[in-house]
């Protein structure tokens, strides 16, 4: 009869085990991966980001038109790019970023990575809205470990 009861009674909590650690969602695919946060110092441009402590984000798997352009129709679409982001990220706003783990770091030493901002508290992708929004083109340039092309 012992037995009996310490065999049932191991069933019921390996079965409560069961359930309560089954209940327990797991984070959703969609959930950002951030690695660290930042504080915006200033918007450079529409896909680049000076931070405190001197450092510049380069948004990875992005390219907008350049502000410096003889084109005006380019230039205009540059000041709009460069608005967008200003708009999401002030001065002051603190960012979240998924830095390239295959390459950190472009030519001029900017930091490429995935730049998060809180939208309503949740945090949403600067590189992705400048895609879907038109702002930007995507530009892959491996290795990355991003794929811009299934962000849209």
């Known amino acids: 009869m012992l037995v009996v009861c310490v ?12 359930r ?13 991966r951030i690695e660290r946060t930042a504080t915006v110092s200033y918007v ?15 948004l990875v798997g992005v390219n907008t038109p ?12 540059a000041y709009e790019a460069k608005e967008f982001v200003e708009n999401l990220c002030p001065t002051g706003t603190t960012i979240g970023l998924d830095v390239d783990d ?12 995935v730049v998060y901002v809180d939208v309503d508290g949740s945090w ?11 702002y930007a083109e995507v530009l892959y340039i491996p290795p990355s470990e991003f794929n811009p092309y299934n962000w849209t």
């Open 66 to 77: 350049e502000l410096h352009s003889d084109n005006p129709n380019e230039r205009r679409r």
């Open 44 to 58: 450079v441009d529409g896909d680049t980001i000076h931070l405190e402590g001197d450092e510049k984000v380069r």
């Open 102 to 113: 295959l390459e950190r770091e472009d030519k001029y030493g900017r930091t490429l990575a």
């Open 124 to 134: 949403v992708s600067l590189n992705t809205e400048l895609l879907r929004r038109g």
């Open 7 to 18: 065999i049932t009674i191991s069933v019921c909590v390996a079965f409560a085990f069961e």
């Open 20 to 32: 309560a650690t089954s209940s327990q969602s797991p984070q959703p695919q969609d959930q950002p």
